[in-house]
């Protein structure tokens, strides 16, 4: 069984999208909603969801995906930002990896929507980076197995790039597998601060983060619903 995993801190425009995607999957799954303490329609958006188990935790991507693999019976744990859907039969195609135990973990390429050439352009970058280096962000809906995600302990509990750093430590154990299939995410948030600007925030952000700087500026952490 799959526990796909959404932490939620309100979503309210995005997550009925991603939810009603998830409706139409066939294969064995539980969808388990963690809310970081929405103050829009996020968490009741949840509760009309038949499928959906809604928790709450202390907001921050991290403690709220932590929280819900704590909570998840499921083989594999499958982490969905609220924002991004997954592609028609990944669910029942990563059911039956469940039995090759050479598989331990992945995730998916990426895609934007909509039709901006830029935003294609920065996508195929992104899945190039990911098939060489087989990193896997946070948008790319990140899978692993649950007992070893338990005995990698978790996420790090910080404020950004806890994908990477976990995916760091997994890579030390494990080969991550890139599937073909493809995972979209909303483009608003890039559209809306700006497709470059958005860009060069995330690339500064990684470069923050490589030169081994402990405070990344508040700056490039503003959130845009």
Not at 186 to 191: A, G, L, T, W
Request: aromatic share 8%; charged share 25%; with cysteine.
């Amino acid at each position: 069984m799959i526990s796909v995993i959404i932490p939620t801190y309100n979503e309210e425009r995005a997550l009925p999208t991603a939810l009603a995607q998830l409706s139409y999957q066939m294969g064995d799954y539980e969808l388990i909603v963690v809310d970081g303490g929405s103050t829009d329609h996020t968490c009741e958006i949840a509760r009309a969801q038949p499928r959906a188990r809604l928790l709450t935790a202390q907001k921050g991507r991290a403690s709220q995906m932590n929280a819900g693999a704590v909570d998840a019976r499921g083989e594999w744990l499958l982490f969905l930002h609220a924002d991004t859907v997954l592609p028609e039969g990944a669910l029942q195609n990563l059911n039956g990896l469940e039995s090759d135990h050479k598989i331990q973990a992945g995730g998916f390429r990426h895609r934007f929507s909509g039709a901006d050439w830029r935003l294609r352009l920065i996508s195929s970058i992104d899945n190039l980076r990911a098939r060489v280096t087989r990193i896997i962000y946070g948008d790319q809906a990140m899978f692993v197995r649950r007992a070893l995600f338990e005995r990698l302990g978790g996420f790090p509990e910080q404020a950004c790039l806890e994908d990477i750093v976990f995916c760091q430590r997994l890579k030390k154990v494990s080969r991550p597998m890139l599937l073909q299939q493809h995972v979209v995410t909303d483009s608003r948030k890039f559209v809306q601060m700006g497709v470059w600007r958005s860009f060069g925030r995330c690339l500064a952000i990684l470069l923050c983060h490589s030169l081994h700087l402990k405070r990344i500026p508040r700056a490039f952490f503003a959130e845009i619903r």
